[in-house]
């Protein structure tokens, strides 16, 4: 079954879970899977719980003759890419949040702001990685008029792939500091991860919001010769 074709489902059932402890009469369970722990355990037991359908990608799980299971080879994969479905079906502005600190505040104060004119649909707490983006993108709804898409990275390359599925129409970066090198190696490898959402915006001629009183962001965006920019920062003259 391809991603459309769970998506025409999806549209039909459209509440998503992952855990089946919570599963909502008619929802879907994706069974993904941890260090400790295995979705596919516990797939039927969601659809015993009220879950309409559960998405599994081991094959020992699957009731043949239950046609609410649907067998894919990689259940997070699948995840994303319905997120990603589900997030092609919108214009909307979407704005893309990463930084090394201060994601989660402002995406609160960016969609506080917004929604005193707009119906916004936002990022839940810090619901900000590979896991939680999906549940976010899956969450807008046809009366939402813009979406404000919090990011967060671990290790090179995390941002590059959350944007693949977010595709952002503008986005910023807080700030990149020296905080939280583990999994970076360096602070130029903090600089090349969050980078990562420049890289998107400039190649898909996105809108870039600038902090210019921060050096290195503004170096970064320098790099990269933005045509569609808006700056803003502190002016201490």
Known sequence: MDIQEIYKIYLSHPTVTTDSRNCPEGSIFIALKGASFDGNKFAKAALDKGCSYAI???????????????????????YKELAREHRRQFSIPV??????????????????????????????ANYNNDVGVPRTLLGIRPDDEIAVIEMGASHPGDIEKLVTYVEPTCGLITNVGRAHLQGFGSFEGVKRTKGELYDFLKAHDALLFLNESNADLTEMAAQREFDRIITYGQDDT
Request: proline share 0%.
């Open 95 to 124: 704005i893309g949040i990463t930084g090394t600190n201060g994601k989660t505040t402002s995406k609160e104060l960016i969609s506080t702001v917004l929604a005193e004119k707009y119906k916004v649909h936002h990022t839940e």
């Open 56 to 78: 599994v990608d081991e094959k020992e799980y699957v009731d043949t003759t239950d046609e609410r299971f649907i067998l894919v080879d990689d259940a997070l994969v699948t």
